[in-house]
């Protein structure tokens, strides 16, 4: 079993962030100012062992990437952030990865392909960058990945480079594939083996090398009856606080998930508390990240599902509460990571 962690690189400062939601803002920011929104919230996360890193400093990528191989990560899925017309985002970490030959962990991209909106302030209609899809641009993203591609930690299945294709709404999603597939193999007579969120896909995918991922929480909450009830009262604006969800009915659900989808890359959830950006808006789901880690493991283990490779998210996505690293809650610590490395180890 080969474990790939999502890694949110939005920790150092950009000027588009700045220009945005303020002078340095990273994803630190939400984490610090989350408060308690109810008795019994566990917030704010505060890091322990490796800090409030700023991914801009070399030695603060040196440290976290090497914290990562220490509990057993097989490679990063970085998220990757090309809008078209040559710009493109937080991009720092994969490229002082991919200069830096003497760091020893494997790695591949997520293109997170969708416009960025304020929908961490409510505000889903404002977009901040437009999406766009054109030959062109297809053309200079091969151009920006085949670098990637060429490097030997860049994690492949089958012989083929992985990439991770997160929403397929569209033709312009579909055309940019293809022209993406066509000039890889041109280049190295290798493809791309495709990796998409099974409900997040509804273009026709023949011809291409891929396979169906999960993506959670939303796919697996999204079903109980507690998400509903409790959904359908903050629509009446009955409800002040966030959706709370006990974890052993989101692994009830997330069994049902893995039964019913044998053949779809599993994807286990390291926690999952988004009030840091969404307050009351947000949903938790309640219980050590430990425990749940643990629970999905020993669920995929059991079943008849594939199990070659595995998808953890987060490593570190913390404004979500969707995380390995070491962390504190009002003194008390906390070391999920220490639990995939032992997972690892039986």
Not at 139 to 157: G, T, V
Request: hydrophobic share 35%; aromatic share 16%.
């Amino acid at each position: 079993m080969y474990i790939y962690s999502y890694f949110l690189p939005q920790f150092y400062p950009t000027p588009e962030n700045d220009n945005f939601w303020g002078k340095n803002f990273t994803d630190w920011v939400s984490t610090k100012n989350a408060k308690p929104l109810y008795p019994g919230h566990s917030q704010p996360y505060k890091p322990e062992l490796l800090g409030y890193y700023n991914l801009s400093d070399s030695k603060d990528i040196k440290k976290v990437i090497a914290y990562t191989k220490d509990i057993n990560i097989d490679g990063l899925v970085y998220w990757h952030y090309w809008f078209g017309n040559g710009f493109k985002t937080l991009e720092k970490v994969p490229e002082y990865h991919l200069r830096h030959k003497s760091i020893d962990q494997n790695y591949c991209l997520a293109w997170a392909n969708a416009d960025w909106t304020k929908a961490w302030q409510g505000d889903d209609s404002e977009v901040i960058f437009k999406q766009t899809y054109s030959e062109e641009s297809a053309i200079e993203h091969f151009e920006y990945l085949k670098h990637f591609f060429n490097d030997d930690r860049y994690i492949k299945i089958k012989g083929n480079f992985l990439l991770q294709v997160n929403h397929g709404d569209s033709l312009g999603v579909l055309k940019h594939m293809k022209i993406l597939d066509n000039l890889t193999y041109k280049k190295f007579k290798k493809r791309i083996h495709f990796v998409l969120p099974k409900d997040k896909f509804k273009i026709d995918l023949s011809g291409l090398i891929y396979d169906h991922s999960s993506f959670p929480p939303g796919e697996i909450y999204s079903p109980l009856i507690s998400y509903k009830f409790q959904k359908a009262l903050k629509i009446l604006g009955l409800l002040k606080r966030p959706v709370i969800l006990s974890q052993k009915n989101y692994l009830k659900s997330f069994k049902n998930y893995i039964y019913k989808n044998p053949n779809v890359i599993s994807c286990i959830l390291s926690g999952w508390d988004n009030t840091p950006r969404y307050k009351n808006r947000g949903t938790v789901i309640r219980g050590d990240i430990s425990k749940l880690i643990s629970s999905q493991i020993e669920i995929l283990k059991k079943s008849n599902s594939r199990q070659d490779i595995v998808f953890i998210k987060a490593f570190n996505e913390w404004a979500e509460g969707n995380i390995l690293e070491p962390y504190s809650i009002r003194g008390e610590t906390f070391d999920p990571g220490q639990r995939i490395k032992e997972l690892k180890n039986e």
